[in-house]
């Protein structure tokens, strides 16, 4: 197999089994209610893993145009930046290239107290790496099979794995892509990769079947998200990954207002502050 391309007769691709998408979406309303409430966990879950010093390492992988980099945004928006820490690399190096694949990594794995979210994973040698070309299959293969022990020395560690994998149809992928080409907010979300990549679905799938079957596992299973339907996507990803985690409300101590300093003498400036001009 190259570029996970099988030879000789196309076989029919295994479907990724996942939920029904429901026939109406949800409304803006109704999503922001429900997030709301996941929110509030989400802080507990922060306040937990402080307290208890736990470690939790969660990757996003799936389908350009899947929802990932939404799922992640509804995570983190109401949570400290210090405790959930997104990781999105880069290209690699000249130098990181020379390294053990998994080196670049490690150190981004959680420590005490810490909830680490990879945007992309050490998947990325599963995925568009082979089916690009940028690697070869002795690599692949030797990917394949070193990861699923080193997760589990990732598991043994103390550290919570979870991998969502987010899958979303052809047309609804095609929808969003082309969603990007006028969207001003959106057009750096495609790139020429992304582009060379769109023509070559049947490959993904190919690489997809082969990095479950090789790295699907009780210790650190693959959870697959039907994201067809983004904000159902967002509110289950939340939903599962909280039900996941053995975490506990941290009883704090009330809160209350301090009274404020009386003025003791001071005068407002009398200086020229530079306002920035009033649009909205």
Same mark, same amino acid.
């Given at each position: 197999m190259a570029?996970?391309?099988?030879?000789?007769?196309?076989?029919?691709?295994?479907?990724?089994?996942?939920?029904?998408?429901?026939?109406?979406?949800l409304k803006g309303k109704e999503y922001a209610g429900e997030l709301a409430k996941l929110h509030v966990e989400l802080v507990k879950l922060q306040l937990w893993a402080q307290e208890t010093g736990a470690k939790i390492c969660i990757v996003f992988e799936g389908r350009d145009g899947a929802g990932k980099g939404g799922a992640i945004k509804a995570i983190t928006e109401r949570v400290s930046p210090r405790v959930f820490r997104v990781i999105a690399l880069?290209?690699?190096t000249e130098r990181e290239k020379s390294q053990m694949y998994v080196q670049r990594y490690l150190p981004h794995l959680p420590a005490a107290g810490e909830i680490v979210i990879f945007d992309r994973s050490w998947y990325n040698?599963?995925? +568009? $790496? /082979?089916?690009?070309?940028?690697?070869?299959?002795? %690599?692949?293969?030797?990917?394949?099979?070193?990861?699923?022990?080193?997760e589990r020395g990732i598991v043994q560690s103390g550290i919570i794995l979870l991998k969502y994998w987010l899958e979303v149809s052809e047309d609804e992928q095609t929808r969003r892509l082309k969603g990007r080409i006028h969207d001003g907010r959106k057009v750096w979300k495609l790139s020429p990769m992304d582009l060379k990549s769109y023509s070559r679905w049947y490959d993904?799938?190919?690489?997809?079947?082969?990095?479950?079957?090789?790295?699907?596992?009780q210790f650190a299973p693959w959870l697959v998200v039907d994201s067809n339907d983004k904000r159902r996507a967002r509110l289950n990803i939340i939903a599962d990954l909280l039900?996941?985690?053995?975490?506990?409300? +941290? $009883? /704090?101590?009330?809160?209350?207002?301090?009274?404020? %300093?009386?003025?003791?003498?001071y005068r407002d400036p009398d200086y020229p502050f530079r306002y920035i001009p009033q649009k909205y």
């Open positions: 570029k996970a391309k099988a030879k000789g007769k196309k076989e029919p691709e295994q479907a990724v089994p996942v939920a029904p998408a429901e026939s109406v979406r880069p290209a690699p040698r599963a995925g +568009v $790496e /082979r089916v690009m070309g940028f690697c070869s299959e002795e %690599q692949v293969e030797s990917f394949l099979r070193v990861t699923p022990l080193v993904y799938s190919r690489a997809r079947d082969d990095m479950f079957k090789a790295t699907d596992t039900s996941r985690i053995p975490y506990e409300e +941290v $009883e /704090r101590p009330k809160v209350e207002l301090p009274k404020r %300093q009386k003025r003791g003498g």
